[in-house]
């Protein structure tokens, strides 16, 4: 069944629950400020629809670069920032959603937690159906099936029009290709010198596109990543902390144990002995 047989779904099944669990919880349009972060955790779906601009979404390992006419979704309960270009920052409009019917739809569109970004073309409309759900939730409690009728046009639209999300500059496709160096060899010790070598840029341009991209340095996210393994390693595994240092990229244990403090506030020996 496509997105438009699921009229005819809502319609037989709004007296029954069970059957279509749908809410939408707000909606919203902002132009974000340069280097604009937002991070958290939330118990429901929220997707963004980018109109103009650039930004980056981080999520579980990956650093996405998104752009103008891509839409990104965040899952209950799946950590994630996302931030604002330096030079272009991004224009979006957003919904909050859950329930169980909604976790169908999204299957229409493309969006799975292995691909949180899709293409979508015809932006004018989509903004104007969201507009128009700002304005209903605004002007009432009420007015549910209004708000769904909308919204069931959104998901219609992102269904016919869902593409892979692809890369639109160089300095996407430089950073893409920094991030997918420092995943793939984070636990051999490679420096920010190997990933610029990689990539084939200055170590200097190398910084600008992270810190432009992400906010952070090339030395920060490898850190970052070392890390935050090293964080799964010790809670989910029975390697000591010599081994888990060594898996991650540290030749020195005590480094190793010095920057993890750092990061999450103690030691990994106590990082490790809380999680038990």
């Given at each position: 069944?496509?997105?438009?047989?699921?009229?005819?779904?809502?319609?037989?099944?709004?007296?029954?629950?069970?059957q279509f669990d749908m809410s939408l919880y707000y909606a919203g349009q902002s132009r974000c400020l340069p280097l604009h972060e937002n991070v958290g955790i939330r118990d429901h779906y929220?997707?963004?629809?980018?109109?103009?601009?650039?930004?980056?979404?981080?999520?579980?390992?990956?650093?996405?670069?998104?752009?103008?006419?891509?839409?990104?979704?965040?899952?209950?309960?799946?950590?994630?920032k996302y931030c604002a270009d330096a030079d272009n920052p991004w224009e979006y409009c957003w919904l909050g959603l859950g329930g169980a019917y909604i976790s169908f739809l999204l299957d229409?569109?493309?969006?799975?937690?292995?691909?949180?970004?899709?293409?979508?073309?015809?932006?004018?409309?989509?903004?104007?159906?969201?507009?128009?759900?700002?304005?209903?939730?605004?002007?009432?409690?009420?007015?549910?099936?209004?708000?769904?009728?909308?919204?069931?046009?959104?998901?219609?639209?992102?269904?016919?029009?869902?593409?892979?999300?692809?890369?639109?500059?160089?300095?996407?496709?430089?950073?893409?290709?920094?991030?997918?160096?420092?995943?793939?060899?984070?636990?051999?010790?490679?420096?920010?010198?190997?990933?610029?070598?990689?990539?084939?840029?200055?170590?200097?341009?190398?910084?600008?596109?992270?810190?432009?991209?992400?906010?952070?340095?090339?030395?920060?996210?490898?850190?970052?990543?070392?890390?935050?393994?090293?964080?799964?390693?010790?809670?989910?595994?029975?390697?000591?902390?010599?081994?888990?240092?060594?898996?991650?990229?540290?030749?020195?244990?005590?480094?190793?144990?010095?920057?993890?403090?750092?990061?999450?506030?103690?030691?990994?020996?106590?990082?490790?002995?809380?999680?038990?």
């Amino acid at each position: 069944m496509n997105i438009s047989g699921c009229f005819s779904t809502v319609e037989d099944s709004l007296g029954t629950k069970n059957q279509f669990d749908m809410s939408l919880y707000y909606a919203g349009q902002s132009r974000c400020l340069p280097l604009h972060e937002n991070v958290g955790i939330r118990d429901h779906y929220l997707i963004h629809f980018v109109l103009d601009g650039e930004g980056v979404l981080h999520v579980g390992n990956e650093a996405v670069p998104i752009g103008k006419n891509q839409a990104f979704i965040i899952y209950p309960d799946e950590y994630a920032k996302y931030c604002a270009d330096a030079d272009n920052p991004w224009e979006y409009c957003w919904l909050g959603l859950g329930g169980a019917y909604i976790s169908f739809l999204l299957d229409k569109t493309g969006f799975s937690k292995k691909n949180h970004v899709i293409q979508f073309e015809d932006s004018k409309k989509l903004e104007f159906l969201i507009n128009t759900i700002i304005l209903l939730n605004k002007a009432s409690d009420d007015l549910y099936f209004s708000k769904i009728s909308y919204l069931m046009q959104v998901f219609e639209l992102l269904e016919g029009n869902s593409k892979p999300q692809d890369s639109r500059s160089i300095k996407y496709v430089h950073f893409n290709n920094a991030v997918e160096f420092v995943q793939k060899n984070y636990s051999i010790q490679i420096s920010v010198n190997d990933i610029a070598k990689y990539v084939g840029v200055e170590r200097k341009y190398l910084s600008y596109i992270f810190k432009t991209m992400s906010n952070t340095s090339p030395k920060q996210y490898l850190t970052t990543t070392r890390l935050n393994r090293a964080a799964i390693m010790l809670t989910e595994s029975n390697l000591s902390i010599q081994e888990v240092a060594y898996s991650v990229g540290y030749s020195d244990p005590l480094l190793f144990s010095k920057s993890f403090k750092n990061a999450y506030g103690v030691c990994p020996r106590d990082f490790k002995n809380r999680a038990k």
